[in-house]
């Protein structure tokens, strides 16, 4: 089948990777405009545009696809591909109605999340900031709507008691590109039955903003826990910004303050309602990412301090 490839992120890799290899015509690749990175603000590619031009494939990166000189163009090069299907993965950008009907098949999206629950912008920080057991990938039909579309096919995954959003993601790139590729195989047989999605079921996994990562230790730990899971947490100590990469969450109960360091031997800190929290991964501004045992040998905790005081 002839595709135009639509992503940018790293999710998006492994599902243009696996319809190259399942033997499909990759015509094209669209992803979004190189952007400046580090002090020098060099022009970075997106992980996309590297995989697309390892394999060869012609790259577009219109600034938008909706409006400017730049939409028109990008339309009349699809016109002139005329693909049998768009495929999109986080692509970042919407998509125009003359662009989703535009193939024959139409625009498939890879979603991260069992639709219609978490549409929107981060599904997968959001499933471990509300504790779901399951997450999966939808492969749904794009409409005009945000995530709307008839659903095609879904895959589901177990979410782990202490996975960070990253093991996720990973896990979630890897079924989406499983998913795809059945998809994009039953298209022409026709043996994919759509499913409307209930918008009564729905909810909005809004953009993570980095307030969102603040340690407020009132709460209990298993909502930091999530927090540090799904976000990377931060917080002070001794007026150094700490941040918090993994934890767990420590049996048996204090009724020290929230905040506290309750054992410096392990920094395990007191949280809401008298939970305990143990830091197993940390960075102090000033010092490598590492491990609580490692940082510990060489950073002494005062007990009783209290973070982010």
Do not use: W
């Amino acid at each position: 089948m002839k595709i135009v490839f639509m992503g940018t992120p790293d999710f998006a890799v492994a599902p243009l990777q696996a319809l190259a290899e399942a033997g499909h015509e990759i015509a094209a690749v669209f992803t979004q405009p190189d952007k400046p990175n580090g002090r020098k603000m060099k022009l970075v590619p997106s992980p996309v545009k590297k995989a697309a031009l390892e394999r060869g494939l012609p790259v577009y990166q219109p600034t938008s696809l909706r409006k400017g000189e730049d939409a028109e163009s990008a339309l009349q090069t699809l016109q002139e591909i005329a693909p049998d299907c768009i495929v999109v993965a986080a692509y970042g950008q919407i998509l125009p109605k003359a662009v989703l009907d535009l193939p024959k098949y139409g625009c498939i999206n890879i979603h991260a999340s069992l639709l219609p629950k978490y549409r929107g912008a981060a599904p997968i920080q959001h499933v471990i900031l509300d504790g779901e057991p399951e997450t999966g990938v939808t492969i749904m039909q794009m409409a005009e709507g945000l995530d709307t579309g008839d659903m095609l096919l879904k895959g589901a995954l177990p979410i782990g008691e202490n996975e960070t959003a990253d093991e996720l993601h990973d896990r979630l790139a890897a079924l989406g590109a499983e998913l795809i590729v059945k998809a994009i195989d039953a298209l022409p047989q026709g043996t994919l039955t759509p499913e409307k999605q209930d918008d009564a079921l729905s909810c909005y996994a809004s953009m993570i903003t980095k307030q969102m990562s603040a340690l407020d230790f009132a709460k209990s730990a298993l909502e930091l826990h999530r927090v540090i899971c799904a976000l990377t947490g931060f917080t002070t100590y001794e007026g150094k910004r700490l941040k918090v990469y993994r934890s767990l969450v420590a049996s048996g109960t204090t009724d020290a303050a929230p905040g506290t360091i309750i054992d410096a031997d392990t920094f395990t800190v007191a949280c809401g309602d008298g939970t305990r929290l143990t830091f197993t991964e940390v960075q102090l501004e000033g010092s490598k990412r590492m491990q609580t045992a490692d940082f510990l040998r060489g950073k002494k905790l005062t007990q009783g301090a209290v973070l982010g005081a």
